[in-house]
């Protein structure tokens, strides 16, 4: 496989698209194995999560919703600084298993402030599923339930993950070449 450009950047080839597919699929089953009969609601978290979830939902057998939701911060007024909002959730989550579908989890930043938010909606139980994780970059102190699979620590892009925006759509998984 060509290296591709994305904006300045170079990006090589990193996890092709089939791997990804049996991953993939790999991760609904165990999904289905452990979480049939509790009615599970997933949680995609935008933007880069919509490929995976997409496909993995295709996969998924019983009886489930899935919604859309984005972790968006925005400047409090006065000495508040940044506060973090949970946007999308339509869906009453109490009593509910509830199942986070993040593409990767790097920091755990973001789960970890999700997690605070969705904690205080008082569901049933909350799994994490991520496809790719950074266990170098990783200062988190949650579990993550269900994993495609770990990385170095470089940056990738493709299957939805995107660098300043672009490289959302290549079936496979890139990363940074370096110079
Ligand atoms: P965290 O909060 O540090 O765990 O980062 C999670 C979010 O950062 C992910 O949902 C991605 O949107 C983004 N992210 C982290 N690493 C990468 C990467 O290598 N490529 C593209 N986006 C990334
Ligand atoms: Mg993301």
Do not use: C
């Not at 496989?1 to 990804?20: A, S, W």
């Not at 609904?28 to 509790?38: I, N, P, S």
């Not at 009453?92 to 920091?107: C, M, N, R, Y």
């Amino acid at each position: 496989m060509e290296p591709i450009k994305v904006l300045d950047k170079t990006f090589e080839e990193f996890i092709p698209g089939q791997q990804i597919k049996e991953t993939v699929a790999r991760m609904a089953a165990e999904l289905d194995r452990d979480l049939w009969g509790k009615d599970p609601l997933f949680l995609a978290i935008l933007n880069g999560a919509f490929m995976f979830a997409g496909d993995l939902f295709q996969q998924i057998q019983m009886p489930s919703r899935i919604s859309f939701v984005k972790m968006a911060s925005y400047l409090g007024t006065g000495s508040t600084g940044k506060v973090d909002q949970l946007i999308g959730l339509q869906e009453s989550i109490a009593g509910q298993t509830v199942v986070i579908l993040e593409d990767i989890i790097d920091s755990g930043l973001t789960i970890t402030k999700l997690l605070e938010h969705l904690k205080s909606l008082q569901p049933a139980d909350v799994k994490v599923v991520s496809l790719l994780f950074k266990p170098d970059a990783f200062k988190g102190n949650f579990h993550i339930d269900y994993l495609g699979m770990e990385i170095p620590n470089d940056f990738v892009v493709g299957y939805g993950l995107d660098y300043n925006g672009y490289g959302r759509n290549y079936r496979d998984i890139y990363k940074l070449k370096a110079e």
